[in-house]
């Protein structure tokens, strides 16, 4: 090793995923700084409750409740607190000192990483957070650096470990989403307030980021549509399953190419997709992310997408290149926003979804009906009708139907007088 002095790091949390930050760091210290080329100092974790009981036993003199003096004397702040404030506070603090920073909280990059990266770049620190996607997947830094020489058309996948793992449970264990969520949280899978996984805020958030990165144009939260699993029923959950089909939520980033210029379009939302894809093989907590860039083609990364010690690991990477940067030199640099591509709205996104219907139980009715999705421009792709009972199953095809014109025939069927109920609405991915 060599002479360089060692490196002050603040720990900002000592939760599911912090707790195992500090346990690496002061079992594997000599590791890691052989590694780097310094010592990886501990200098101290902030936290709410210094007596709060811990899954993992931490030494008692390092934990504080003073977040802003402990940030005040670090070479890097490692944030691990979730939420807006006060971590966007602190480390806007730790860069305008000079600090670099690693962070694991998507919602703050999705809402303020603008903010964070031009304080960084002001003063040539660094902002890194591998681990605000997909947990120990590694996204980031692939779409980042790897694919920054390519053209990335498309990024889709599974990003959210907690619902995965309730929709997991339920088609496999028959679980409500209330039990599943509860596991879930047990495991340390969800976040402080999992109304952010259920409701899908957390996936549209990594969407965000995704989003912006891949495409080299910042993609507000606000521009992401969201849709979480709390309408997910058990009915639905049966239909998928009758029609060899398992639900997910997803998260689809993709660059539009039309006439008049290339747009993005960000969204997340559940889907019915076919057992046999590869994303219904992604069971409990594990995320998988698939990437298709013009030359590289399709590319798909998968793990643990959520837990302390996976997420861990991701930080710790982080950590490690960004000690090694203070050591050796090197590049740092902010997130490339040159191309600037305009938002697609939702409402133009092609779209095909399987509707369950319940209609007057007549002949002929359906026919009647059906002209309905001729009127708003949606095709019929194959329907499917329950004798006796008036249940139908419809699929609506995709290539002129938009969200905007399904939303449409949805509330032209609603209204209609031969329609009982719209039983389901479920989106498809084949
Ligand atoms: N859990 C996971 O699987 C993953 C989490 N993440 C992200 O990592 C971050 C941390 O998640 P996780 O470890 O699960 O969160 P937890 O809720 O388990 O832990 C949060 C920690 O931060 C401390 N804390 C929170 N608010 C304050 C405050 N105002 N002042 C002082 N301390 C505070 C808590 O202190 P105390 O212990 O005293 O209450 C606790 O130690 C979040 O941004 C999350 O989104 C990212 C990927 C995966
Ligand atoms: N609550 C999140 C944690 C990781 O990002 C999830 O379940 O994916």
Known sequence: MNSYRSLRIALLGAGSVGAQ????????????????????????????DVDAKRDVELPRELLTTDLATLVAGADVVVELLGGIEPARTLLLDALAAGADVVTANKALVAAHGPELFQAAETVGAQVAYEAAVGGAIPIIRPLEQSLAGDRVLRVMGIVNGTTNFILDRMHTEGSTLEDALATATALGYAEADPTADIEGYDAASKATILASLAFHTEV????????????????????????????KLVA???????DAGDRVSARVHPVSLPSTHPLAAVHEAKNAIFVTAEAAG?????????????????VLGDLVS????????????????????????????????????????????????????????????SVRQDPGDGSASLVLGTHTATEGRIAAVLEALAAHTDVERIDSVIRLID
């Open 21 to 48: 930050v500090a346990r690496i760091l002061l079992e594997h210290g000599d590791e890691l700084a052989a590694r780097v080329g310094a010592p990886l100092e501990l200098v101290g974790i902030g936290v709410r």
């Open 252 to 258: 689809i980033c993709e660059r539009l190419e039309g």
């Open 220 to 247: 507000p939260a606000a521009c992401v549509h969201r849709e979480g699993i709390t309408g997910v029923t058990d009915a639905m959950v049966q239909q998928a399953e009758r029609t060899g089909r398992v639900l």
């Open 322 to 381: 960004i000690a090694r940067r203070h050591v050796l030199g090197g590049p740092g640099g902010p997130a490339s926003t040159h191309a600037d591509l305009a938002i697609a709205p939702f409402d133009e996104v092609l779209a095909r979804h399987e509707l369950g219907l319940t209609v007057a139980d007549r002949p002929g009715v359906l026919a009647a009906v059906a002209g309905l999705f001729a009127e708003h421009d949606v095709s019929v792709e």
């Open 298 to 314: 399709d590319l798909m990364f998968y793990g643990a997408g959520a837990g302390g010690p996976e997420t861990a690991s991701a």
